[in-house]
């Protein structure tokens, strides 16, 4: 962001450019504070340009070379490997925007742009992704795919919408945050698992989206630790896309563990909350005694 009181006083970017300056300076002063991008705003931005790209790598790289009944798997692996480093490049955005915004001065379109990168990253790149998948895999049905993968921007679309709307508590998400269901979502097509299976895994992950389950937010060394499993499985997924010795396996076995947490965490949630009910109860009964 640009402050006018600072900009005023700073020198001219170019010698001999003063009456450019000076009529840039006079933009700014006349541009709406609702209009002006902070840093966090740019990150934002760049979350929805990876989202926007993954979709054009699942295209390019996977959807056209099917229909032109290309053989080339190495094109196809390399093109999935690049749309998915890419969606966890903007969950990196996601992260780090938010850190950027409490830490400096964010604008006032701060959390629709947010919103709106979120569902482009989140919500269109994996459920396109679940449905190219329905197109590509030999074992997958078309329509079915599709439905699912509209079940999945569905349930990121009412995700996003009630995060604007509800009130949690601090430190706290209700429903499983929509990078964490993405990843999720791609990583159960990405263990290539028979058809069934794969698609009531997704409609599942799909729910959790919108479930009432609390998760908790990254922030101090969770966020740390979750940044680290982005870089981790963004090695993973360059080490299956060049083919590198034990590649598939490792991929795998980083997917296996995306799905199992996705799984693990909402069982702590309802566990935790079932602890909370009872000592509540065990509290109220012990007021009652004289």
């Known amino acids: 962001m640009i402050d006018p009181d600072t900009q005023s006083s700073a020198p001219a970017a170019h010698w001999g450019e003063d009456k450019a300056t000076s009529v840039e300076e006079t933009d700014a002063e006349e541009m709406p504070l609702s209009l002006r991008l902070s840093i966090a ?3 934002t931005l760049g979350n929805a340009t990876c989202g926007f790209m993954a979709v054009y790598f699942t295209t390019t790289g996977i959807l056209i070379p099917h229909m ?3 053989a080339e798997s190495g094109m196809a692996r390399h093109s999935a490997a690049t749309a998915v480093i890419l969606m966890l490049l903007a969950a990196i955005f996601d992260l780090c925007d938010g850190l950027v915004a409490r830490k400096l001065r964010s604008s006032p379109m701060g959390a629709e742009l947010d919103n709106l990168s979120d569902l482009i ?7 396109y992704f679940v449905l190219v998948y329905g197109m590509v895999a030999d074992d997958a049905h078309q329509r079915v795919s599709a439905v699912a993968a509209i079940v999945v921007l569905l349930a990121v679309v009412l995700r996003l919408a009630r995060f604007s709307c509800v009130t949690m508590k601090d430190g706290m998400f209700q429903g499983m945050p929509s990078p964490f269901g993405a990843l999720t979502v791609v990583s159960i097509v990405l263990l290539e ?3 069934i299976p794969t ?7 799909a729910w959790l989206m919108v479930s009432r389950v609390e998760y908790p937010k990254p922030r101090g060394v969770l966020a740390v630790a979750m940044l680290g ?3 981790s499985a963004m090695g993973l997924l360059a080490a299956w896309a060049f083919d590198a010795p034990g590649g598939q396996l490792l991929l795998q076995t ?12 909402p069982l702590f949630a309802t566990a935790r909350r079932v602890n909370t009910f009872r000592y509540n109860r065990r509290e109220a009964r012990a007021a009652q005694l004289p």
Do not use: M
Not at 121 to 127: E, T, Y
Not at 199 to 205: D, P
Not at 254 to 265: F, K, N, S, Y
């Open 41 to 43: 705003d740019t990150l």
């Open 68 to 70: 032109q009944g290309s």
């Open 121 to 127: 990253s989140f919500g269109l790149a994996p459920a």
């Open 193 to 195: 698992l028979p058809f």
């Open 199 to 205: 698609l009531l895994a997704i409609i599942g992950t």
């Open 229 to 231: 499993w982005i870089v």
């Open 254 to 265: 980083g997917c296996a563990l995306q799905v199992v947490l996705g799984a693990v965490i």
